[in-house]
């Protein structure tokens, strides 16, 4: 198995094997991997093997957790056809029985790693795994909002296209629309307290806007639209419809003085582009009591729920090392 430094060209490669494989979560995304600055994409390599994908990379660690514990890469979960995960994890133990590195697999979905061998792999929860856990929705109730719990989001919806009949458009981003949305965005910002941004920080957020929006006029699977009220743009949300069939939103941000603004953007956006997907992925809540509050609102079918696997005894002997110095 030879690793290599990571480029933005492997995207193509990687969604070769993500379609035929039956991946709910984002990690394989490359905005999720170039974005957010955790992974260090400068320190990321890739290696093909086998028809499978492996990715590692060194952290960025900002916060005290269990990862910290890891003193060399991280790697990704194994990307591989639908069940073959375990043979891909057993490659991956391989190489590191045999070149020394530690093997320890983050983000891990919780039902591949019920797929591994428990006296060989040992599988733990991450830290505040709840707040990392990606929210899986049905696509035709996001977009039809039928029946009773979805009552308040049509009534919402409803008195957004009443008010602004005539004066809203909902449509595709364009370069032109850059400024308007950068301008959104810093309002936006505004209104957040430092309690609730602790997960990233105003600069971190524009990269992943900025990137979000050059992807999506640079690939045909990456949208951004956004929703103008005479002339003036509201708010904008983007996404990604993945290899594997399931539609990611990776931002939505809107300005709440436009009531409704938020269902509104929701359910226009995938009826716009994920009908049809097996799922819809609105990430995760990062443990934030409104952002929570916010996606349990749409009653979500399931979860991505992420785990860490390490080999068998491996805690103990890392425990045992610290002791030793």
């Not at 830290?127 to 009552?151: F, M, Q, T, V, W």
């Not at 949305?181 to 810093?186: A, D, P, T």
Request: charged share 30%.
């Amino acid at each position: 198995m030879q690793f290599r430094k990571i480029e933005e060209s492997d995207k193509k490669l990687i969604d070769e094997v993500l379609a035929k494989s039956d991946s709910t979560g984002s990690e394989y995304s490359m905005l999720y991997l170039r974005g957010w600055d955790f992974f260090d994409f400068g320190s990321m390599t890739i290696a093909f093997e086998s028809g499978y994908v492996f990715i590692r990379f060194r952290p960025n660690l900002m916060d005290e957790d269990e990862e910290s514990d890891s003193h060399g890469y991280i790697f990704l979960p194994p990307l591989a056809p639908i069940g073959e995960f375990a043979k891909a994890v057993g490659l991956l133990k391989e190489y590191c029985e045999e070149t020394g590195e530690e093997f320890y697999i983050s983000s891990c979905r919780k039902e591949d790693a019920e797929t591994l061998d428990p006296s060989v792999y040992e599988i733990a929860d991450k830290p505040d795994y709840r707040n990392y856990a990606e929210y899986l929705y049905n696509p035709s109730d996001l977009i039809e909002l039928k029946g009773k719990k979805y009552h308040a989001k049509r009534n919402f919806i409803s008195r957004f296209t009443n008010t602004y009949h005539g004066k809203y458009v909902f449509r595709t981003y364009t370069e032109a629309d850059r400024e308007g949305v950068c301008s959104l965005f810093g309002e936006w910002i505004k209104t957040k307290s430092f309690d609730e941004y602790h997960d990233a920080s105003e600069r971190q957020e524009k990269k992943v806007v900025k990137m979000a929006l050059e992807y999506s006029l640079r690939y045909d699977d990456f949208f951004a639209d956004v929703m103008e009220v005479d002339g003036k743009i509201i708010g904008f949300e983007t996404g990604e419809l993945t290899a594997s069939g399931v539609g990611i939103v990776h931002l939505e941000k809107g300005d709440v003085e436009y009531d409704g603004i938020y269902p509104t953007l929701c359910q226009m956006f995938a009826a716009k582009h994920f009908a049809g997907t097996r799922f819809i992925n609105r990430q995760e809540d990062m443990g934030l009591e409104g952002l929570r509050k916010s996606k349990e609102s749409y009653h979500p079918c399931g979860f991505v729920e992420k785990r860490i696997v390490r080999l068998v005894g491996a805690n103990a002997r890392e425990k045992a090392e610290k002791n030793a110095d």
